[in-house]
Each structure stands twice: as C-alpha cells, then as structure tokens.
C-alpha cells in the first residue's frame, strides 16, 4: 500500500494504530505521520518507528490519502 496516512491523536489509541500499520508492514514508516499537540509523544514515535511527525493539523495532514482520528470523543 502506497499511501500517505495521518494519525492525528498519537496518544495511547493512536499511537497502538501507528506502530500496528507500522510494526506489520502494512505501511512503510515514511507514509506514515503522527499529529499530536505533545512534542514528546511525537519524539517517542519518530524515534522508535520512524514515523513522520506534526504538531499542528495545518503541518499535519498536507498531502494526504488518509487521515485517521485516533482520539477520545470530548
């Protein structure tokens, strides 16, 4: 699968999402990008997957296929 996928909450249910598409193969680290407000948790991603990361929505989700929401209804 070729495509660019956001995540946007890289939390405790985003962040299973992440490395699950990541850690599987089914996505290639690089099409993946992590958006989430908490620079550490995007630091945990980007070192332990590779993932891309963003700190905005603006930054986050340019360009791509899939946006997935990976957060808890308010």
């Known amino acids: 699968m070729n495509k660019k996928v956001a995540v946007v909450g890289a939390g405790n249910m985003g962040?299973?999402?992440i490395a699950s598409l990541v850690q599987s193969g089914?996505?290639?680290a690089d099409s993946v990008t992590a958006v989430d407000i908490a620079e550490p948790i995007?630091?945990?991603?980007?070192?332990?997957?590779g993932v891309g990361t963003a700190a905005s929505l603006d930054e986050g989700l340019d360009d791509q296929d899939l946006i997935i929401l990976g957060l808890k209804p308010q």
């Open 15 to 17: 962040g299973a999402l």
């Open 26 to 28: 089914l996505l290639a």
């Open 42 to 49: 995007l630091s945990l991603h980007r070192k332990a997957l």
